[in-house]
């Protein structure tokens, strides 16, 4: 700023400053590095953290708060139009299956709006959500590796068993951490999906977000998920944890106070070493300062010279800092770019640094601007003077030679002291976080045993290959030895890898791999009569602690062998005996019917009638109705299923007249495809006739079903009314296989007579 009659010497000073940091290029090397040292930590923190931050919070804005399942498309619906609701994702897990290609494929349904939800987990690049029932979206990495030559609009052929046919690309996805996956991803239309053999009406999910969800607190966003719950009797739903932790989370002081502490740090640090850089600076051009002043400079001058010289070199340094600083978190972390918190984190570390510059010059301008030509030529004769007399009194040697260069200037000294003593702070620090945050440390806490596993790659089966012997021989073990780094190999345990189907659904675990040696020892483990006794036995306790009754039923199975199936009603003729509460209550026979002749099993049902023993049977869930004629005659009171009986006016008067009981369960009829569809149950049909007809579950994980699931299901689909399934209990109640104290009871518990 050039004042009024003042000389503008401004373009003097500025070539005065130029020449200066000229004529010391290695001393301004050293400050720019300083400057951008500082800044890049800086900055790089800085970002690094607002990537972090945006990375997490794409991951909560915008995608759901809570999530409802075991819906139907009504209760769906529901939701959707709830005021509090902004949206709701509509989704179907379906399952995995094995493709005869050699892939397994997971299967999916989603509409637009879960897509938009699920967005970091499944994205759609190209093409559109199926809707015809011959669609499909594949996954890239699928396409890429098993049909590379196909596209959109392209016929693709999966060879799985619910999707044996060919289906055209509607679409392509992306997913989430499936660079090293062997399952590939696989979106469904809902027309194909209600065409599925294990389709449950049911089996719905909602991942839902509300509004004005930033204007409540956590108390408020649960009561009201819960509300809705309540409201439709759905089951209550379960929340997003990351939302709530991050939005509701507490602050961690003790990393707050960590990172503040680093921050002090390096810019103390960057403050200690540009100043002393520049006051040595200052101290070995005293004297040309001092000749400016003779020749008529002013104080004023000689700052300004001083402060253009720092602040060039901290622009230079602030920019050779921040390019950097602000580039590597975009790479490191693409998924949390946020451009205006990068400029805000950019502008925050120039003012630092400008400042940090500006502190650090403050004292060196002003020992220049206040030395005067005398000054300067004193400074000088006392330093010479000083090295003359040490020299007088002392031998000279490297040692002595230290000593007085030493002392020579305390406060360059000094300086240089807490410069190299923040450095070694800092290198302190970062070694530490390194250390810290070691990966194979870190994998060590989850992997305490290795980090590496061992598969086996033969073209046996995997189960085949492990009952011939433990692959894992000794000259396989020695050959892992060898390898650089490896320094043990532990066995965990002998166990085989299996996959599992039930009705529609696959699976898959690990379990102990049975040799001929444990094959023993499991076989005297437990006889059937003592599996019952440990069943009963844990029944009984059950029912004390809940007051729940529960009958024990011993089944016989339609595919197991005639020693085993004797065997099994001879128990319940034994433990029927005893006419205790949450016993034994009654034999059972069950298994794929039709796959051993109904005829077969008469002489041993006959001979549990005759023991007094109450039985069920399963017959006619997919062969004929004469199977439910033959059931009676054997003197089963209950029949499961009983669907066929529907294909014989005769069958249903014989169902009448004996008061039958049939046990109905409908989802799992239209997984075995017994019936076509929901409205071709037979289910209406007989109880408006007056049969005894009950709603049940058949297998609730194998079904992935429940009494509640089933009777809204009936209800929505069939017209069964409040009342009716009222009287469906009665039937239930009366057919059951339990005394006539228990009965009244359990008529009392339900509101009967």
């Not at 046919?165 to 027309?191: C, H, P, Q, T």
């Amino acid at each position: 700023m050039i004042r009024p009659f003042e000389n503008n010497t401004e373009a003097f000073v500025k070539r005065l400053a130029k020449r200066s940091m000229q004529s010391e290029r290695r001393r301004n090397a050293m400050v720019v590095i300083s400057v951008a040292l500082a800044a890049f930590l800086i900055i790089f923190a800085g970002s690094t953290a607002v990537s972090l931050v945006q990375m997490q919070n794409n991951q909560i804005s915008y995608t759901c708060e809570a999530v409802y399942i075991n819906l139907t498309e009504t209760a769906m619906e529901a939701l959707k139009e709830q005021p509090g609701i902004e949206r709701a994702g509509e989704y179907y897990l379906i399952g995995e299956e094995q493709s005869v290609q050699g892939f397994k494929g997971s299967f999916i349904y989603a509409d637009e709006t879960m897509m938009y939800t699920g967005r970091n987990q499944m994205e759609i690049v190209d093409g559109e959500l199926p809707e015809e029932a011959n669609e499909i979206m594949v996954s890239r990495n699928w396409l890429k590796k098993f049909a590379p030559e196909a596209g959109i609009g392209d016929c693709i052929a999966l060879g799985t068993e619910s999707f044996p046919g060919e289906y055209r690309i509607s679409g392509l996805m992306d997913l989430a951490n499936v660079e090293n996956s062997e399952i590939y991803g696989f979106i469904v239309s809902k027309a194909q999906l209600v065409q599925l053999p294990g389709y449950n009406p049911s089996g719905f999910r909602a991942y839902v977000h509300l509004k004005n969800v930033q204007e409540m607190d956590e108390k408020e966003i649960k009561g009201y998920c819960e509300k809705i719950a309540e409201k439709y009797g759905l089951s209550a739903p379960t929340y997003y944890s990351l939302f709530f932790s991050r939005t509701f989370g507490s602050v961690d002081f003790g990393t707050t106070a960590v990172l503040g502490v680093l921050a002090a740090v390096v810019l103390t640090g960057g403050c200690v070493v540009i100043q002393s850089i520049f006051r040595i600076s200052i101290l070995d051009k005293i004297q040309s300062f001092g000749q400016l002043r003779t020749l008529g400079a002013t104080k004023k001058q000689i700052m300004r010279m001083v402060k253009k010289e720092g602040r060039r070199l901290g622009w230079l340094g602030i920019f050779a800092g921040t390019a950097p600083g602000i580039i590597i978190p975009v790479f490191l972390v693409p998924k949390g770019l946020h451009i205006a918190g990068y400029l805000m984190t950019l502008a925050a570390t120039v003012l630092i640094c400008r400042g940090m510059v500006a502190l650090s010059i403050k004292k060196p301008v002003r020992i220049a601007a206040d030395t005067s030509p005398m000054e300067a030529v004193r400074i000088a004769s006392v330093q010479i003077g000083f090295s003359h007399r040490r020299r007088k009194c002392q031998k000279l040697n490297p040692l002595t030679l230290g000593n007085m260069n030493f002392r020579r200037d305390k406060m360059k000294t000094v300086s240089i002291t807490i410069s190299l003593s923040i450095g070694g702070i800092l290198l302190l620090c970062a070694s530490t976080l390194l250390l810290t945050y070691e990966p194979e440390a870190l994998a060590g806490k989850y992997f305490p045993n290795g980090h590496d596993k061992v598969y086996t790659d033969a073209e046996e089966e995997l189960s085949k290959v492990l009952y011939s012997g433990n692959p894992l021989s000794e000259e396989l073990r020695q050959e892992i030895l060898a390898g650089e780094g490896v320094e043990d190999v532990i066995t965990a345990r002998k166990s085989v890898g299996t996959d599992y189907k039930a009705g529609s659904y696959t699976g898959g675990g690990m379990g102990d791999r049975i040799t001929p040696d444990n094959c023993q020892a499991l076989e005297k483990g437990l006889t059937q009569g003592q599996a019952v006794e440990a069943v009963v036995k844990g029944v009984r306790t059950g029912g004390k602690e809940t007051g729940i009754y529960a009958g024990v039923l011993l089944s016989a199975m339609g595919n197991g062998s005639d020693a085993e199936n004797e065997e099994t009603k001879e128990l319940a003729k034994a433990f029927c005996k005893e006419k205790a509460v949450n016993g034994v209550v009654g034999a059972d026979s069950a298994g794929p019917e039709g796959f051993v002749p109904m005829a077969h099993f008469e002489g041993m049902f006959k001979r549990v009638y005759q023991a007094g023993v109450p039985f069920t049977i399963h017959a006619g869930e997919c062969g004929d109705y004469e199977n439910v004629v033959r059931a009676v005659a054997f003197g089963a009171k209950r029949i499961g299923h009983g669907c066929a009986a529907i294909q014989s006016e005769e069958c249903m008067r014989l169902l009448e007249r004996e008061k039958i009981t049939l046990e109905m369960c409908v989802v799992s009829n239209l997984q075995t495809k017994a019936v076509a569809g929901v409205e071709d149950h037979p289910l209406k049909k007989f109880f408006d006739r007056g049969i005894r007809v009950t709603y049940t579950t058949d297998n609730l994980k194998v079904s992935d079903t429940s009494l509640e699931r089933e009777a809204e299901l009936i209800t929505r689909k069939l017209g069964f009314r409040e009342e009716d399934l009222r009287k469906m209990n009665e039937y239930a109640v009366e057919g059951a296989f339990a005394g006539e104290e228990v009965k009244q009871e359990l008529k009392k518990r339900f509101g009967g007579q």
